[in-house]
């Protein structure tokens, strides 16, 4: 069955320090690939996704995410992080489209100044 | 273009009662799901339909839990009778066509549930 492994429960981190959000999928064929944010009391927002072509892919708010097809992952990474951007990171994949996401168990950024 | 609606926003219902959630997806999406998301974990998927069919309702709890999405537009997700291990937000999704060059699934902002 595919799943999807995000590798830090809890990122801390300095405002203006650059971060990674580890993320990495079990799939033998290709997938679609997200990372969506969620904030207190609030729903999933976007951030960026894979569907297909080239491996480096940006988003919202100064996201971006290389999908790595050997390694399978699919890490997320900004290069100075402010205050605003401590959330709750989900990375989700999905086999094709029309199939449901599965998704990881969260990463928590705590951005501090 | 509108977003997934859903409602209530929150409810809070003594265990063995019962609950209703409503979504309404984006217009011309043909595929909604319902996900439960406890707190601390990732979103679960519940339930998938495709227009008023259903996909997968593997891990749905069918003893206590059903939904139905009946003229293939907004949906309804019911629990019946309430488990205190139910509290959780109860989030609803609609993804666009395969073909679309842009695909992608929009969530609603959930409904928060509690059960005491």
């Known amino acids: 069955a595919q799943s999807v492994t995000q590798l830090d429960s809890q990122v801390p981190v300095f405002e203006e320090a650059p971060v990674e959000l580890r993320c990495n999928y079990s799939s033998s064929v290709s997938v679609y690939l997200f990372w969506y944010v969620q904030y207190p009391n609030q729903g999933l927002q976007l951030l960026l996704k894979?569907?297909?072509?080239?491996?480096l892919v940006k988003g919202i708010n100064g996201f971006e995410a290389e999908f790595n097809k050997s390694q399978t992952s699919f890490h997320l990474r900004k290069p100075s992080v402010h205050i605003s951007d401590t959330a709750e990171y989900f990375c989700a994949a999905a086999l094709q489209a029309g199939t449901a996401l599965i998704f990881g168990k969260g990463t928590t950024l705590s951005v501090s100044s | 273009e509108a977003g997934v609606a859903q409602s209530p926003r929150y409810k809070i219902i003594e265990k063995r009662q019962s609950v209703a959630f409503w979504c309404n997806p984006i217009?011309?999406?043909?595929?909604l799901y319902w996900y439960q998301q406890i707190l601390g974990q990732g979103p679960k998927l519940l339930i998938q339909f495709q227009n008023n069919g259903v996909v997968d309702d593997s891990q749905l709890p069918k003893d206590r839990f059903s939904a139905e999405r009946l003229k293939g537009v907004d949906s309804t997700l019911k629990i019946q009778p309430a488990k205190l291990e139910d509290s959780a937000v109860y989030l609803c999704?609609?993804?666009?066509?395969?073909?679309?060059?842009?695909?992608?699934?929009?969530f609603g902002s959930g409904t928060r549930l509690t059960v005491v």
């Open positions: 999704a609609s993804s666009s066509e395969r073909g679309d060059t842009n695909y992608g699934y929009t």
């Open positions: 894979y569907l297909s072509g080239s491996t």
């Open positions: 217009s011309g999406h043909a595929t």
